[in-house]
């Protein structure tokens, strides 16, 4: 069959939708805006079948966004706006006469300030015959890019087609790909692909010809190859590991390519070292003091790590029959959740419009797909939303994401600085997995050198994730305002101690209030108790450090007590 890909306007809504959320600056929004009103940062979103442009407030305490406002695009118009001064700025004018609106926002730089301007002009353009057939479906969750059918012969296409971005680094649509769907097709390369400079991806690296030779041919038993590994870290050229599995068997057919990539990523040997699993949260170390302390100092805390159901293809390599199965395995645990567990699964696919904004409310809807992601890429999100789903518990401490780029991501949260109890929770969600996975007749992915096993070798190991936000002001200040090494005085501390800091704006950033999301940097080689003693032990000693700027002491002074540590 010929491949249809979507064009002109509707490839246009296509991209820019997808790419379409994400923080603004805004001034405010009426009939007339006051240039003395200050800015606010805000999530901004576009629904492009209602047409509407909507902003949200981040609540890091509560761990939420609130709903702040939109304004619609039906009948608007945009224009670029040195906002008074701020620099990458547009304004929105909606409606005309007394229903006439509107709206000032800035974006960080020109590129960002242009993909919105466009995707706003774009939607404004476009009735909802051409939304509709360019997004599928009537939800934006289940837009994937580009779509097509099945192809095995691409010498009749046009230049436009030929051009497709999928294959400027080489390979082919691969039209006897089993795995294929109406909304996605894989690519085959039967030649290295050509990287260039902008691949950055620790499976570019690692990919010789050599390597690519002897491998290229190897398929898994439920059918994934080589192509499939490579093909996200090919077509998404920024990834940095580029590189993803399609079910357990991977690990071992194509180690020659993983192996490296992990010892890159995590500073762990598979081929000589063996990693541990523990989930005995009772092991964790936690004093009265270190507990008031955190409470003093930590808004809330986090931990999360991906799981997955053995004999099953994870989802870059899964059938529907596949996702389908996990499904009812993860329903089937969380019926059987009790006491703080007890809650509430959601189809993605059958969402009402009120649980959609309850959800989305309280940031537990998780992203659509994009462009720029691995999930795209690497085939992960064909036939969305089918198939997956939200749990939460009605504490809303506990929450669950099935069939996003694992089986299921385990997400414990609660306020306040309490880690074993949000550590115990996370544990007994794992665990609860694990029964529902044996009453079914099989069992959790893992393995003795690679600990639990998930589709991105970033994850391997625990897949473990503990993360607090805490308040560090005098880091901040540095951050803000300090010369030379001082600036880097946070990551250098926080590395000291084998943790990863993340300021508003990520890495090597400032914090707006002074709020850091500080983690544990490794998942590989160290048990889940270990890590997240790690992550106390060493946010322990961060405060004091911070105690120490706060009471006068200079930033030398804190480096000679950090390596006394």
Not at 10 to 36: A, D, H, P
Not at 107 to 125: M, Q, Y
Not at 405 to 431: K, Q, T, W, Y
Not at 492 to 516: I, N
């Amino acid at each position: 069959k010929k491949l249809i890909i979507l064009r002109n306007k509707n490839i246009l809504i296509s991209f820019f939708i997808m790419e379409m959320e994400g923080y603004l600056n805004k001034k405010g929004r009426g009939k007339s805006i006051s240039f003395i009103k200050p800015w606010t940062k805000r999530f901004c979103q576009i629904d492009p079948f209602k047409k509407e442009l909507t902003y949200y407030q981040i609540d890091d305490k509560k761990l939420t966004r609130q709903l702040k406002g939109s304004i619609s695009l039906k009948e608007c118009s945009v224009v670029e706006s040195d906002n008074n001064g701020k620099p990458h700025g547009f304004e929105i004018h909606s409606g005309e006469g007394k229903s006439a609106e509107l709206l000032i926002l800035s974006a960080d730089d020109d590129t960002t300030k242009e993909k919105w301007i466009n995707a706003i002009r774009t939607v404004a353009s476009s009735d909802e015959k051409e939304i509709t057939q360019a997004l599928e479906n009537k939800s934006t969750s289940s837009m994937v890019e580009n779509t097509y059918t099945t192809t095995n012969d691409l010498e009749d296409l046009d230049a436009d087609e030929q051009s497709h971005p999928y294959l400027q680094y080489g390979g082919r649509f691969n039209g006897n790909d089993v795995k294929n769907t109406p909304d996605f097709q894989y690519l085959q390369f039967d030649s290295m692909p050509q990287f260039g400079d902008e691949h950055k991806s620790a499976m570019a690296k690692h990919l010789t010809p050599e390597l690519f030779n002897r491998l290229k041919d190897v398929q898994s038993d439920k059918g994934y190859t080589l192509s499939n590994v490579i093909m996200t870290g090919v077509v998404t050229p920024h990834l940095g590991v580029g590189a993803t599995a399609g079910d357990e068997q991977c690990f071992e057919l194509f180690k020659d390519l993983f192996n490296p990539i992990i010892r890159d990523w995590h500073g762990y040997d598979p081929e000589t070292q063996t990693h541990p699993v523990d989930l005995d949260f009772s092991k964790l170390q936690f004093s009265a003091d270190q507990r008031a302390l955190f409470n003093e100092y930590v808004v809330s805390t986090r931990v999360r790590a991906a799981r997955n159901i053995s004999g099953y293809s994870l989802p870059a390599g899964a059938t529907q029959q596949d996702r389908a199965s996990v499904e009812a395995v993860l329903q089937q645990a969380f019926s059987g959740l009790a006491g703080e567990l007890a809650g509430k699964y959601y189809e993605l696919g059958g969402l009402t419009e009120e649980q959609t904004n309850f959800l989305l409310t309280k940031g537990f809807l998780f992203q659509v797909p994009s462009a720029r992601n691995l999930l795209t890429g690497a085939g992960a999100a064909r036939s969305w939303p089918d198939n997956r789903g939200i749990f939460h518990n009605d504490a809303q401490t506990a929450l669950c994401w099935v069939n996003e780029e694992d089986h299921c991501r385990i997400i414990s949260m609660e306020e306040g600085g309490d880690i074993p109890s949000v550590f115990a929770r996370f544990c007994n969600l794992s665990n609860a997995m694990e029964e529902s996975a044996q009453a079914n007749g099989t069992k959790l992915m893992r393995s003795e050198k690679l600990g639990f096993l998930g589709t991105c070798p970033s994850n391997l190991g625990t897949g473990l994730r503990a993360s607090v936000m805490i308040r560090l002001t005098e880091f901040n200040k540095l951050l803000e305002s300090g010369e030379g090494a001082d600036k880097t005085l946070l990551d250098d501390v926080c590395s000291c101690f084998d943790l990863q800091p993340r300021g508003s704006a990520g890495e090597h950033s400032a914090a707006v209030g002074a709020k850091f999301d500080v983690s544990n940097k490794q998942r590989l080689g160290f048990s889940e108790v270990q890590l997240v003693q790690k992550m106390i032990d060493g946010v322990t000693k961060l405060i004091e450090l911070e105690q120490m700027l706060a009471a006068g002491s200079s930033p030398a002074d804190v480096r000679v007590k950090m390596a006394a540590m």
